[in-house]
């Protein structure tokens, strides 16, 4: 085969492996939009379940002025029980759980209020025992916070979208500081054994086992496992004490 024979067909393979590819990449490209079509009615869908879902937990909101109780002379006012109502409202969803059914609704209104009741009557137990929240550990806390944030300006923002201002975010952070050191020391974390380690590592195993998931070993989860009971332990003896304050409290709910 001469040179220019050899050339010639070489070109004419060349075309044909192009057009065919053409073809190919023709289909493929279709192919492709069709794909992100369907991915893009996907998100829009997805977008508009979204949506839907945050109207119907935004509707379980009150007004924000609105006294939701009055627990010893202390108001309970609708913006803490909203931000209170969005918490749980998020543990539910992590869950798996529609926070929106009716009995999922009733559920909400009556924890919501039961932690915020409790929460008060710690605070005011933390107070009657003399907690308090210096300017300096205040400080502190309010710099960790804006670090998250590039600028101040941004901070300032975040801040009046929350719908807050410096003083309740003072407030708030003061009232935290109480309450973590009336927990350490009136709550204190108790001795959790290696017994009740193993027994909660062997539970966490045989469910991780029916589902397929693969299993760490014990070190490696021991410190979360004792850190989780611990905090199991504290809350029972926490809503104990809610209990016995609650006793002789005059609580009286709005809602």
Do not use: H, R
């Amino acid at each position: 085969m001469n040179k220019l024979m050899f050339t010639l067909i070489a070109g004419l393979m060349v075309i044909v492996l192009a057009a065919c590819g053409g073809n190919e990449q023709s289909k493929e490209a279709k192919n492709d939009d069709k794909a992100k079509t369907a991915q893009t009615d996907q998100q829009k869908d997805q977008q508009k379940q979204m949506e839907e879902m945050q109207k119907k937990l935004e509707a379980q909101q009150i007004d924000d002025k609105k006294t939701v109780a009055i627990v010893n002379n202390k108001e309970i006012l609708g913006s803490d029980y909203n931000s209170a109502l969005a918490s749980i409202q998020g543990q539910m969803q992590q869950m798996g759980q529609d926070p929106t059914s009716k009995e999922a609704a009733e559920q909400l209104k009556k924890q919501t209020i039961d932690s915020l009741v409790g929460q008060t009557l710690l605070l005011q137990e933390a107070d009657k025992k003399g907690y308090k929240a210096s300017d300096a550990d205040i400080k502190k806390q309010l710099d960790e916070m804006k670090k998250q944030f590039k600028t101040e300006k941004d901070f300032e923002a975040a801040l009046k979208q929350s719908g807050m201002d410096m003083k309740t975010l003072e407030t708030q952070i003061a009232d935290d500081i109480k309450f973590k050191e009336y927990m350490e020391k009136e709550v204190p974390a108790g001795e959790i054994t290696d017994e009740e380690i193993q027994k909660t590592y062997d539970q966490y195993a045989e469910q991780g086992k029916s589902t397929g998931q693969e299993i760490p070993k014990l070190e490696e989860v021991k410190p979360q496992i004792k850190q989780s009971l611990q905090q199991q332990e504290q809350q029972k003896k926490l809503a104990q004490q809610v209990e016995e304050l609650k006793k002789n409290a005059k609580i009286d709910i709005k809602i």
